[in-house]
Nanobody, 124 residues
Framework: QVQLVESGGGLVQAGGSLRLSCTAS????????MAWFRRAPGKEREFVAC????????YYADSVKGRFTISRDNAKNTVYLQMNNLYSEDTAVYYC?????????????????WGQGTQVTVSS
């Protein structure tokens, strides 16, 4: 079992930055692909970014490419999402997820473990 706890959400003006953290307990995240998803009001949950299980590769949704950066610190058992140049469309609940079955995935149904989410609100 892996428990995931997100933090770092909040209210920010458009063009601003936030850094989300996801701290894991129970197992080391070095065994998992780690990802961020988000759900905006009235919309389906969508993929944001993934840090592959090994090899250091990262993957991003087109909507955040060049603005968001995912990173992992296996020693701290923590994954980060640095979000720069935020748009009002980035307003959502952001979820951290872990998948032990594959190198990486953009599909939410591939992920076994989920955090409770952290709210990000971008004001225009």
């Amino acid at each position: 079992q892996v428990q995931l706890v997100e933090s770092g959400g909040g209210l920010v003006q458009a063009g601003g930055s936030l850094r989300l953290s996801c701290t894991a307990s129970g197992r080391t995240i070095s065994d998992y692909a780690m990802a961020w998803f988000r759900r905006a009001p009235g919309k389906e949950r969508e993929f944001v970014a993934c840090a592959a299980w090994s090899g250091g590769r990262t993957y991003y949704a087109d909507s955040v490419k060049g603005r968001f950066t995912i990173s992992r610190d296996n020693a701290k058992n923590t994954v980060y999402l640095q979000m720069n140049n935020l748009y009002s469309e980035d307003t959502a609940v952001y979820y951290c997820a872990a998948d032990g079955g594959r190198l990486w995935s953009a599909k939410d149904y591939d992920y076994t473990y989920w955090g409770q989410g952290t709210q990000v609100t971008v004001s225009s």
